[in-house]
């Protein structure tokens, strides 16, 4: 883990985080994930590999990202969360 990430005060983080990790990841320590996740002690953490990714799993898989990072919005903040910003709003019959 990078030296400036251990000086960060992990505790102070209050909102659900997603890690989301390439499974090829050859910049990054793999540990490095779960050291995160148990100094994230204050919020829900969720870890989750991104299969046939590396460090950019963003580039490498974008699909698989983007349908991750939805799932994990509505999980922990609502279908709502999403509609606002960009669908106008619940459409309420």
Known sequence: M???MLQLDYTAIRSP???LWGAQDIM???VARFR???DIVNAPVRVQTVEQ???LSLVDRP???AEA???FITEHRGLGALAKP???GLVEK
Do not use: F
């Open 69 to 71: 990072m939805l799932d």
């Open 2 to 4: 990078s030296p400036w």
């Open 53 to 55: 990714a590396g460090h």
């Open 17 to 19: 985080v997603l890690i």
């Open 28 to 30: 990054m320590d793999s």
């Open 36 to 38: 995160l996740k148990n």
């Open 86 to 88: 960009y669908a106008g």
């Open 63 to 65: 699909d698989y990202v």
